[in-house]
């Protein structure tokens, strides 16, 4: 029998995705050519044995359960555990920092209840990374840890991120926001079932917190556990996150940390032809899906499926998600082009590093 059963709460929101997120939510963002991020958080939990997986939606969940179905795609379609769709609290959590809100907990305690596992990992849509459950909860059983929280010292300035203060493995204190030479605590967490009921009972009355902020409150409680974990993490909290970890795909070291043979990250299967490279077109260090047609010039970008770059165009420095044509004489830089749009011909699309040029689904221009 397994010993962790899994939560995955999508339904954290910001303002800081701009109009990328207007019709979706955080958790259903295209990713890296042909992922979605809760891609991550499912592929961790099935590449770990977890077969009992409850996913906490958020308010604009259409696009999430599109994708995810019935857990088909993750191995997760099962008469017995799977995928189970639980509701969130309603309009999502728009609070920073905010990932497990008490009440969704509680609201779902029929989850809880049925689930056989004596251990839950509980962990968020938006951070990504590609991480084996088991080893985090053989160190949490052999250190007796109540509570035992990930974390990486080697992740980028992250504001809507939580820090822990750590002494001999031990968390001493959790703080709003997380800055260079912090610990950044990864959101995610192992606790008993026993305990984590406990809590949400005991707590009931003020179950519209986070069970962070609670936990801040009483750290001396309990014995909460620090677990280093090395590889590749980042979080999605803003455009500016969205493409940096888009880019960081482009290296070698970064895209052999996440995508690993042994614990492959899985997504929903759209059957596609090959991509087809034109006589003329370039391509330099750059991601190219498939289904796509390219004719013009793409230099250190990230193309989704689907989509037509014509000759004499060129993309730079951007990311173009599914099914966009770029048409001849179009000159992109420094952008995020969301589905379905068309770029006119000649037409010039440039922002800058620091200040993207966004295109939302619709063709409006902001």
Request: net charge negative.
């Amino acid at each position: 029998m397994n010993r962790l059963a899994g939560i995955i709460t999508a339904n954290y929101s910001t303002d800081d995705m701009g109009i990328l997120t207007e019709e979706r939510g955080i958790a259903s963002m295209p990713f890296g050519g042909r992922y979605r991020l809760i891609d991550f958080a499912l592929s961790n939990m099935v590449n770990s044995e977890v077969d009992v997986v409850g996913l906490i939606m958020p308010y604009k969940y259409r696009s999430l359960i599109d994708h995810t179905g019935a857990g088909s795609e993750f191995t997760l379609d099962r008469k017995r555990g799977g995928l189970n769709i639980l509701p969130g609290t309603a309009f999502g959590i728009s609070n920073r920092g905010s990932r497990f809100t008490l009440r969704d907990i509680r609201n779902n305690n029929i989850f809880f209840e049925r689930a056989t596992e004596d251990y839950f990992v509980l962990t968020a849509s938006h951070f990504i990374f590609n991480m084996d459950f088991n080893d985090m909860l053989d160190y949490h059983i052999k250190s007796g840890a109540d509570i035992t929280m990930a974390y990486t010292d080697e992740i980028d300035i992250c504001h809507q991120a939580n820090s822990i203060q750590i002494e001999n493995g031990v968390v001493k204190k959790i703080n709003k926001g997380s800055w260079p030479g912090q610990s950044t605590f990864i959101d995610t967490f192992i606790i008993s079932r026993d305990l984590l009921m406990k809590i949400i009972e005991c707590n009931e009355a003020v179950d519209y917190m986070d069970f962070f902020d609670l936990l801040g409150q009483e750290i001396d409680r309990y014995n909460v556990r620090a677990y280093e974990f090395n590889g590749y993490v980042r979080s999605i909290a803003s455009i500016n996150d969205y493409y940096k970890v888009n880019m960081d795909l482009l290296k070698e070291d970064v895209y052999d940390s996440l995508f690993i043979d042994e614990r492959p990250i899985r997504t929903k299967v759209q059957d596609c032809v090959p991509s087809r490279f034109l006589p003329g077109s370039s391509i330099v260090h750059s991601l190219v899906s498939s289904g796509c047609n390219v004719e013009g010039t793409v230099d250190g970008s990230v193309i989704f499926r689907g989509c037509t770059i014509e000759k004499g165009a060129t993309v730079k420095n951007s990311i173009i998600m599914q099914s966009c044509v770029i048409k001849s004489g179009a000159y992109i830089e420094h952008a995020i082009i969301d589905r379905n749009n068309v770029v006119g011909s000649n037409m010039t699309i440039k922002g800058t590093k620091d200040n993207l040029f966004i295109m939302e689904k619709s063709g409006k221009k902001r």
